[in-house]
């Protein structure tokens, strides 16, 4: 096994027993990005010179036997949206392209503290907006299994660089899906937990549940570490709560004994026909091992009201973080940004305490579940990847969709939800692309999630149906003289990628 198929989890552990140098782990990460980088544009800045400087004091620290932490030695990117020390940040913006800032945000800040090495930012679209990750600061991402595909978003850039062995360990955030869609495109984990578990000081809703940043990995069990790694209380954080979670597994859980509900749209979400059938067609598999997989009454939970309700949640978002801007110059906003601002700037009180309202019974409704199952499951995305050169999906089974994010209607339910969710690899799709499984777990319970996720990856492993896909890194050198000028091409005036 090389050094970069190993997981997050088995490579801190060599570290911290003195078998695996920091620096040599670094040093592969950075040749296999020199050979894969160019094919997919997974990055935005680096800080190599500095990620070698911080990888040769981690392997100081081992050698005088100091206290490590969760994360000792392990290089990281970090999404395009969370502010780094030093390291330009540009919200894929160009209005952020020569932004440094003078510190870490609060996320980054416990990744740094618990021995990470932050060596890359992760492309992102327009301030998160959108589930296909491209910008006119760096371009766009390719998908790892075909570059000429989209790699979801809106932490695409983490989704691809993970699943291509680039870094062992990668940052997302998710209003509706930006951890989830990715990472099931990608063939990779992106975990969304309950808002607060992860502390954020930058949302400027601070009491909204919406935005929430958090862990992408390769395999849940590396998932499960840079949470443990970064989750509890912060001052800064309104909706935070003291809590703690054990890095590693408790006892395997048996996947038998597990009670799985599952729908294929949640009674309202639109959902292509070929990924349906996918979709039953893993079930029929899974509901081999387990104890109970039947479906959920779409009808009962009534969710007929998610559309808007979200419409409103994600416009207040925007109208939050982008006034200024707005009010100073709208054309400085992209289109997907524009659109959001200007919903929601017509929106009226009543609209948003209706929403609110409907909300909370949808929230109400869906609790009940969990008397019953232990975990529901769905499809992430509607839709296998579609070329990154179309904005968004327009249609699906030939219907139009009503808006941009129409489309990833699955994940956002879920946010609108709260409870903790995380998208699995689950084999391939009809056109051989990554499927990723949706799982929702208890609210409050991502503890308990983790667990049945890291047992159904463990039973997915041993069949080759399930078993998370692995992209054709050789395929991918092969094709970067025809991508890399094409996933550039939307960039103008690009800014130095070391800063």
């Given amino acids: 096994m090389s050094l970069l198929e190993l997981s997050a989890v088995d490579a801190r552990r060599l570290i911290g027993a003195g078998e695996l140098s920091p620096v040599e782990l670094l040093d592969a990460c950075l040749t296999r990005i020199e050979t894969i980088e160019p094919s997919i544009n997974a990055l935005a800045a680096t800080a190599f010179e500095r990620a070698r400087g911080e990888a040769k004091r981690a392997q100081e620290a081992v050698a005088r036997r100091e206290p490590l932490g969760a994360l000792h030695g392990l290089p990281i990117?970090?999404?395009?949206?969370?502010?780094?020390?030093?390291?330009?940040?540009?919200?894929?913006?160009?209005?952020?392209?020569?932004?440094?800032?003078?510190?870490?945000?609060?996320?980054?800040?416990?990744?740094?503290?618990?021995?990470?090495?932050?060596?890359?930012?992760?492309?992102?679209?327009?301030?998160?907006?959108?589930?296909?990750?491209?910008?006119?600061?760096?371009?766009?991402?390719?998908?790892?299994?075909?570059?000429?595909?989209?790699?979801?978003g809106s932490s695409g850039g983490s989704a691809a660089a993970l699943a291509t062995g680039m870094l062992p360990l990668a940052t997302g955030s998710d209003l509706g899906g930006s951890l989830r869609i990715p990472a099931a495109l990608c063939g990779v984990v992106g975990f969304r937990a309950s808002p607060g578990f992860v502390p954020s000081a930058d949302r400027r809703l601070g009491w909204a549940p919406n935005w929430v940043s958090g862990p992408m990995g390769r395999h849940v069990a590396d998932v499960r570490l840079q949470l443990a790694a970064v989750a509890g209380h912060a001052s800064s954080d309104p909706l935070g709560y003291p809590m703690q979670l054990d890095p590693y597994a408790g006892a395997p859980l048996d996947p038998a004994t597990l009670r799985i509900g599952y729908t294929e749209d949640f009674g309202v979400c639109a959902v292509d026909a070929s990924i349906r059938a996918t979709f039953r067609a893993k079930l029929a598999r899974i509901a081999a091992q387990v104890r109970i997989c039947e479906p959920i009454d779409p009808v009962g939970l009534d969710m007929a009201d998610a559309h808007r309700v979200f419409d409103v949640v994600r416009a207040q978002e925007f109208v939050a973080s982008l006034r200024e801007t707005y009010e100073r110059d709208p054309s400085l906003l992209g289109p997907n940004t524009r659109a959001n601002y200007e919903m929601g700037s017509a929106l009226t009180l009543a609209d948003v305490a209706r929403a609110e309202t409907s909300r909370t019974a949808l929230y109400r409704r869906f609790q009940t579940l969990f008397a019953r199952y232990d975990v529901i499951v769905s499809p992430v995305s509607p839709v296998t990847p579609f070329a990154w050169t179309t904005a968004h999906c327009a249609q699906i089974d030939g219907v139009a969709v009503e808006n941009y994010y129409r489309w990833v209607a699955l994940t956002y339910v879920v946010t609108l939800l709260t409870n903790p969710s995380l998208s699995l690899p689950c084999g391939v799709d009809h056109a051989g692309m990554p499927f990723g499984l949706q799982m929702i777990g208890a609210m409050r319970g991502e503890a308990r999630l983790l667990d049945m996720a890291q047992a159904l990856e463990a039973a997915f492993a041993r069949d080759e149906a399930l078993a998370r896909p692995v992209p054709d890194l050789q395929k991918l050198r092969d094709m970067r003289v025809d991508v890399q000028a094409d996933l550039r091409a939307i960039v103008t005036h690009p800014p130095g990628r070391g800063r």
């Fill in 77 to 152: 990117g970090v999404k395009d949206l969370e502010e780094t020390a030093g390291l330009l940040t540009t919200y894929g913006s160009p209005l952020y392209r020569d932004y440094v800032p003078a510190r870490d945000n609060v996320f980054v800040a416990r990744l740094r503290a618990a021995g990470a090495i932050v060596t890359a930012k992760t492309n992102t679209p327009e301030m998160g907006a959108g589930a296909n990750t491209r910008n006119a600061v760096w371009g766009a991402t390719g998908n790892p299994f075909d570059p000429r595909l989209n790699a979801g």
